[in-house]
Each structure stands twice: as C-alpha cells, then as structure tokens.
C-alpha cells in the first residue's frame, strides 16, 4: 500500500500530465477555492455512460493527445 506523501505525489504528477503544470496548479487552486464535495462531484461531473463507454471515450481522447 503507498503512503500519503506517495499518493500525492502520483496525483500531482496525473494532474500534471492531463493537464499540464499550469493548469493543474489552477485546478488545485480552484478546489481549495471553493466549498468543493467530490462525491457530489463524481456524481455530476462524469457523464452518465457505461463504464465499457466512458473507458472507451477516455482512450480515444488519450489517442487524440498522444499525436499532437
């Protein structure tokens, strides 16, 4: 099992590489920012697909990212 200092750091660096360091730094601001529930989050923020679908959106985009 990792730590938390671990977990974080693998976090940052999955923020960092979705989004780049600039972005990623205001997300981070953005949630501390504001009352921010991430289950309610979860509820509303993904799309309402199958999870076959939405893995098959993500890899999609994930190709679409990985040729520019």
């Given at each position: 099992?990792k730590?938390?200092?671990e977990?974080?750091v693998a976090?940052?660096n999955?923020?960092?590489g979705a989004l780049?360091l600039?972005?990623?730094?205001?997300f981070?601001?953005?949630?501390?920012?504001?009352?921010f529930?991430?289950?309610e989050?979860?509820?509303?923020?993904?799309p309402d697909l199958?999870?076959?679908?939405?893995?098959?959106?993500a890899?999609?985009e994930a190709?679409k990212?990985?040729?520019?």
């Open positions: 099992m730590t938390e200092a977990i974080r976090g940052m999955a923020l960092i780049g600039v972005e990623a730094e205001r981070l601001m953005a949630v501390s920012r504001e009352r529930d991430y289950t989050w979860r509820r509303q923020g993904l199958p999870l076959e679908e939405l893995a098959r959106l890899n999609l190709e990212n990985s040729t520019q």
